[in-house]
């Protein structure tokens, strides 16, 4: 799962087909409070930013790439707010 500010779509989408990871589910619009740090987004005339989520699913040695991808993202651009977290799946049906 990879949650990210609006603006880091296209990047991050991008990433996934270089990384040739097809399949997505897209979250928009989501309001976000850091745990640590970082800007209120909430969509509102005060806090106007909002964020978005990605939730895929590769194989290890894909994901493996992802995450790192993902670090040197996150680090080009840290005032931008990028989060990834990764489960292992067990079943996947479909």
Do not use: C
């Amino acid at each position: 799962m990879i949650i990210f500010k609006q603006a880091l779509s296209e990047d991050i989408v991008e990433l996934l087909d270089e990384l040739e990871i097809r399949g997505f589910t897209k979250f928009t619009d989501l309001q976000y409070r850091g745990n640590f740090q970082g800007e209120l987004r909430m969509g509102t005339h005060t806090w106007p930013a909002l964020n978005n989520a990605m939730l895929t699913v590769t194989k290890e040695a894909k994901a493996a790439d992802l995450i790192s991808r993902l670090q040197g993202l996150d680090r080009a651009s840290e005032e931008q707010g990028l989060k990834a977290f990764r489960w292992e799946v067990e079943t996947v049906v479909g």
